[in-house]
């Protein structure tokens, strides 16, 4: 029979974000199969890095080769199981570590990850391949700010959006014009870019994409029906939303949305989890975001979506490290962007 693998289970991270990421890193824990894998829990902080055992005692992690020390012995990783949501775990910080050490991981490659963080940069690189998006303003740190142009450009109501944040931190739906310079500071205090996109007014769908047993897979759809004026961080973590799996969308709706989804997934050269943000306009979905690193508890939509499509969240997380291990004895597949 084959060895127990060891799976570092990566969790916390640097941003608003750690206590959903301390949620997610502890359902993946007590979800592995114990038959084949020897779980750790990693907390990834910026002030440490430790591995936390049954007690809660903690033991520091050997960042030359992210190994640990328990009773004079040292324990390595045979793969690592990526919860991180935002920063340093979904930006590319630590597939970038982990693709120097040789360490297999269960999310996208380095590059792909720090492009989808990156929103603007994200709607940019699949602009050429004709999927649309809500009318845009970008605005940095300690750029004039005009307001009168910024309505121009996206009219009202519009959300001002942190670029690189993750659960719906820093953002604000602004509605008169008064309201904008305010929104613009609660999002300056996530990031120092931010984008500004016009509202669009439609259904709103969660569409999860994975690889799964060697194929790219799109998960049964969810519909997001905000109690909240939009699917803010309350909505999403506090149960002011109502997720419907599977979304109540016509048939050409669906074909539309998973084929936009799909070709997102490929065109970008993921691997792993994702799930990405659309709204329909007009009858096309706008693509509003990807995220890397989506919530793994019960609740999360990915999950849900899973389930509708009748994959456990054993054989959810199974199949996240099986396709890393292959993927790691076959490092032609992903990383690259198609030219």
């Known amino acids: 029979m084959e060895s127990k693998k060891n799976i570092a289970i990566i969790m916390g991270g640097y941003s608003s974000e750690y206590k959903i990421s301390l949620t997610s890193g502890n359902v993946v824990y007590e979800t592995l199969d114990r038959d084949k894998y020897n779980p750790y829990r990693i907390h990834i902080f910026k002030d440490k890095w430790v591995y936390v055992d049954e007690e809660d005692l903690e033991f520091s992690i050997d960042k030359n080769d ?16 990526n919860a ?18 040789g360490i297999p991981h269960t ?41 009168d142009a910024i309505i121009d450009k996206v009219g009202l109501p519009c959300f001002v959006k942190a670029n690189k944040a993750g659960s719906s931190f820093g953002v604000t739906k602004v509605h008169e014009k008064e309201a904008l310079q305010n929104a613009i500071d609660v999002a300056f205090k996530e990031d120092d870019e931010i984008i500004i996109e ?42 002011k939303s109502q997720e419907i799996t599977p979304a109540r969308l016509t048939p050409e709706q669906e074909e539309k949305v998973n084929t936009i989804a799909k070709n997102v997934y490929e065109v970008l050269r993921m691997t792993g989890f994702s799930r990405s943000e659309y709204i329909f306009k007009d009858g096309e979905p706008h693509l ?17 979506q899973a389930a509708a499509a009748g994959i456990s969240l054993s054989d ?10 292959k993927a790691s004895s076959n490092p032609s597949k992903g990383g690259k962007l198609q030219s």
Not at 66 to 81: A, G, P, R
Not at 113 to 137: H, M, Q, W
Not at 316 to 325: K, M, R, V, W, Y
């Open 66 to 81: 992210f190994s640990i020390n328990v009773d004079s012995f040292k324990i390595s990783f045979d793969c690592v199981f």
């Open 84 to 101: 991180i949501h935002g920063s340093p775990g979904e930006d590319g910080f630590m597939q970038g570590y982990f693709e120097l050490l």
């Open 107 to 147: 999310s996208c490659p380095m590059y792909q990850a720090a492009v989808t963080f990156n929103k603007r940069d994200c709607l940019s690189v699949l602009k050429p391949y004709g999927i649309k998006t809500a009318e845009s303003y970008y605005l940095n740190l300690g750029d004039t700010i005009d307001e």
């Open 198 to 239: 016009s509202f669009l007014d439609g259904v709103e769908v969660s569409v999860g994409v994975i690889t799964y047993k060697g194929e790219t897979k799109v998960l049964p759809i969810t519909e997001i029906v905000s109690e909240n004026d939009f699917f803010d961080y309350e909505a999403k973590y506090l149960g």
């Open 288 to 304: 509003l975001e990807v995220n890397t690193v989506p919530g793994l508890t019960k609740e999360s939509i990915l999950p849900q």
């Open 316 to 325: 959810l997380f199974d199949n996240a490290i099986q396709e890393s291990l």
